[in-house]
C-alpha cells in the first residue's frame, strides 16, 4: 500500500520561508511524478507543483518565482521550498502521486494523496 507522508508545515509570519517534504513508501519510484496541492478552508483544492519522473516541473501562478519544488536524493522523497511566504498561501498542503504526470497536474485522477500538513501564514 502507498503511503504518503507529509511534514515541515507551521505558523510563520508573512515574507518568511518554510521547505515542505514528501517522503512515500510502498511501491518503487522509479518512474512516479509527484507534486504538491493545497487547500485552503472554504476553498477548492487547487495545484501548486508537479514534478514529472524525468525532471519536468510545473507550477502555479501563484507559486512561480516563490516556490520550488525539488527530488531528494532517494526518489521516494519530495520537497517544496516556499519562500516569500504570503497570508494567501495558508492552507493545508498535500502531496501527490501517480504514474502519469498530467494526473498529477490536474490531481482529479492521481493515484495516492497524502494526509497534509498545515501552513499558516500570519501576523
Known amino acids: 500500500q502507498v503511503h504518503l507522508v507529509e511534514s515541515g508545515g507551521g505558523l510563520v509570519q508573512p515574507g518568511d520561508s518554510l521547505k515542505l517534504s514528501c517522503v512515500g513508501s510502498g511501491r518503487s519510484f522509479e518512474r512516479v511524478s509527484m507534486g504538491w496541492f493545497r487547500q485552503a478552508p472554504g476553498k477548492e483544492r487547487e495545484f501548486v507543483a508537479a514534478?514529472?519522473?524525468?525532471?519536468?516541473?510545473e507550477y502555479s501562478g501563484s507559486a512561480k518565482g516563490r516556490f520550488t519544488i525539488s527530488r531528494g536524493s532517494t526518489r521516494n522523497t519530495i520537497y517544496l521550498q516556499m519562500n516569500a511566504l504570503e497570508p494567501e498561501d495558508s492552507a493545508v498542503y498535500y502531496c501527490?502521486?501517480?504514474?502519469?504526470?498530467?494526473?498529477?497536474?490536474?490531481?482529479?485522477?492521481?493515484?495516492?494523496w497524502g494526509q497534509g500538513t498545515q501552513v499558516t501564514v500570519s501576523s
Open positions: 514534478l514529472s519522473w524525468h525532471d519536468i516541473i
Open positions: 501527490v502521486l501517480d504514474d502519469l504526470f498530467a494526473n498529477v497536474r490536474t490531481g482529479k485522477t492521481a493515484a495516492h
